[in-house]
């Protein structure tokens, strides 16, 4: 998956990636894992971004190229993966908050031994991490749209926009 998939609409790109793999090589090894939730966070308008708050030495990745991960800690604990979207200097970025057999963004993180050193590379073959369409269809009807977890502090527009997306069970 190529920066074009990632240089478009940020909401249709974290819809868009669910039912897609997210492949981490450890060491000699690769595990392939199917994409089940994401959160868009689309500029500097969206109070629920970190780039609602400008370019910071935090933010930084969000402002860069689409296609490449933007990684950060949160609680001192939790890494939190993320593709950025859109053009070169929109700071805009799809959340990965779920995997198949893998609920919450902080747990997929660790399972798959994700932490900052893969802060601001493409997401793409011959890295360590990237993003792989392996033919799974997913029919918008099986998408649920939800508004995104814990930003309360967006206020109470942003913080109800409904920009998380789950696969619903079959």
Do not use: C
């Not at 893998?102 to 990237?130: H, M, Y």
């Amino acid at each position: 998956m190529g920066t074009e998939f990632f240089n478009r609409d940020t909401a249709v790109v974290a819809q868009e990636l669910l039912g897609k793999f997210l492949v981490r090589r450890v060491g000699g090894r690769e595990v392939a894992v199917m994409i089940t939730e994401t959160e868009a966070y689309d500029g500097p308008h969206d109070l629920a971004s970190h780039a609602s708050k400008g370019k910071t030495m935090r933010t930084e990745m969000m402002f860069g190229h689409p296609g490449h991960f933007y990684i950060y800690l949160i609680y001192g604990m939790y890494f939190m993966l993320n593709v950025v979207t859109r053009e070169h200097g929109y700071p805009a970025a799809v959340l990965i908050r779920g995997i198949e057999g893998v609920e919450g963004p902080g747990k997929l993180t660790r399972f798959l031994k994700i932490d900052k050193k893969l802060n601001g590379r493409a997401a793409a073959q011959p890295s360590a991490l990237w993003f792989e369409d392996r033919g799974v269809k997913i029919s918008p009807r099986n998408i649920k749209k939800l508004p995104r977890v814990g930003v309360t502090y967006a206020g109470p527009i942003w913080s109800a926009k409904k920009l998380r997306f789950l696969l619903k069970k079959q």
